[in-house]
């Protein structure tokens, strides 16, 4: 199905009808095997269509200027699986996606600082994950607004780099302190562009996340070129929030 097949009305009811649902896929500590943090990810199942694919509801988002309603969806979920899991005895962070033109307004860092304060919980909890950084129209506007957010405790990370979407130039003019490794590399196996990328990020000071893994020998190659961090097919799927307990309790480090 095309992004032109939707209608941005379809998606703003949606939206309000909380029909979207954000799944979560966990992040594992590559030093300790240990299940540190999991990434929210919006989900749409439309009652006749089924399933949309993010990449074409997010586009549609974008393009309608309901980015900011679904971005502040995405937030206030993220906040709430945050501070139950916190509840429940589980030391996880959550990481939100977040479109740069969220980052244009002040509503982002507006309602950020609400649901952080409505839900509980604690900043430090909490990654702001900022996608295709290079559309940030502002750097040192963006920057300031994050340096904000950074000094309460929340993690700036870049997401998609070595995708061509990002670079460790993009990264430093936004104080982000932790860089995702794209799939892309994985996949391909560059690992001299995964080495690279690692030693660009530890000398800015930055964590390193891969993400994309899929097989034992992409995890055991990335944690050998010093990643901090791994997320992928091989360590779970994305699932809903109320599965993915199951999932932790079964978890063979």
Known sequence: MATTDLDARELSRAIAANELQVYVQPQIDLATAEVVAVEGLSRWTHPTRGPIPPAEFIALAESSGLIHELGLFALRECCRIGRDWRERGY???????VSPL???TDLFFDELERQL???GLPPADLIVEVTEAERIADYGVVAGRLDVIQQWGVTVSIDDFGSGHSSIERAA???ARELKIDRSLIAAGDWQGVDAAVALAKAGGMRVVAEGIETREQLERV?????????GYYIAR???NEDFEDWLRSFVR
Do not use: I, K, Y
């Not at 030391?91 to 996606?97: G, H, I, Q, R």
């Not at 944690?223 to 997320?231: F, K, L, S």
């Open 238 to 240: 994305p699932s809903r």
């Open 117 to 119: 304060a409505e839900s």
């Open 102 to 104: 969220q980052l244009e």
């Open 173 to 175: 003019a936004v104080h």
């Open 223 to 231: 944690r050998t070129a010093g990643c901090d961090r791994a997320q």
């Open 91 to 97: 030391d996880l962070a959550v990481a939100v996606n």
